[in-house]
């Protein structure tokens, strides 16, 4: 089947505007968590979504950004107001389940959108 | 917290040698989890393998191999037999008890010589 799927790919935007960037699970995950990885770093919690619980929001780095997620399907990140030191890769995965420690549970990674705040 | 430590920014092997990449994590939690993941060029996150702090034996995955040490807390990746293929930035993570989410490293840059 289809992997993580995101988009778009690339986005270019001004300072101060509003982006939205899509994350499209693979299908029958039910845990979907949304990075941050800037140049040259590793990759930063954001936020993880876990069938209808309510979402750990606790990565999310300021009231700008925040995300929805439709059931298991589709997400949504949402960063209002952009400023430059947005610019990044936001990375989407899925996974079977959310568990924690030990529990082995691979999660899939999506190719990526690369977001440019000029 | 949890905490991840990679100290070697760059790595340089010779096609088909063995090298090692490093890894230390920081936990008080007795039941955690050890990932490894490689980014090549295109961007894409591809998992390598999987440690968890109870099992008895080191991970193995084809060339991939994880050296664990739990009393040292160092989780190294051996790839043995190196490719110009395995040339990318490899990431440790780890998640520990109650959190679902990976804390990464920084990553290591290998390149893989012919």
């Known amino acids: 089947g289809a992997g993580v799927s995101q988009s778009p790919s690339n986005k270019v935007t001004e300072k101060g505007k509003d982006v939205e960037l899509r994350c499209d699970p693979i299908?029958?995950?039910?845990?979907l968590y949304w990075y941050r990885q800037r140049l040259g770093q590793g990759l930063e919690f954001l936020i993880y979504?876990?069938?209808?619980?309510?979402?750990?929001k606790s990565g999310l780095p300021s009231d700008r950004f925040s995300a929805e997620r439709t059931g298991e399907s589709v997400s949504t990140l949402t960063i209002q107001r952009t400023q430059q030191e947005d610019s990044a890769v936001y990375l989407c995965?899925?996974?079977?389940?959310?568990?924690?420690?030990?529990?082995?549970?691979?999660?899939?990674f999506g190719p990526g959108t690369r977001l440019t705040v000029l | 917290a949890q905490k991840i430590t990679q100290t070697q920014p760059g790595m340089f092997v010779q096609e088909k040698e063995a090298v090692t990449l490093d890894c230390t994590y920081d936990?008080?939690?007795?039941?955690?989890?050890l990932f490894w993941y490689k980014q090549p060029s295109s961007g894409e996150m591809i998992f390598l393998i999987y440690?968890?702090?109870?099992?008895?034996q080191n991970a193995t995955e084809g060339r991939y191999s994880l050296n664990f040490q739990k009393a040292r807390k160092s989780a190294n990746l051996v790839i043995s037999a190196s490719q110009l293929g395995d040339s990318a930035m490899y990431f440790c993570?780890?998640?520990?008890?109650?959190?679902?989410?990976?804390?990464f490293g920084k990553g290591t840059m290998l390149l893989v010589s012919p």
């Open positions: 993570a780890m998640r520990d008890e109650g959190y679902s989410t990976l804390t």
């Open positions: 299908s029958g995950h039910t845990a």
């Open positions: 440690q968890g702090s109870y099992d008895q």
């Open positions: 995965a899925s996974s079977l389940e959310g568990t924690s420690g030990t529990s082995y549970n691979e999660q899939f």
């Open positions: 936990t008080s939690d007795p039941s955690y989890g």
């Open positions: 979504f876990q069938g209808n619980s309510a979402p750990d």
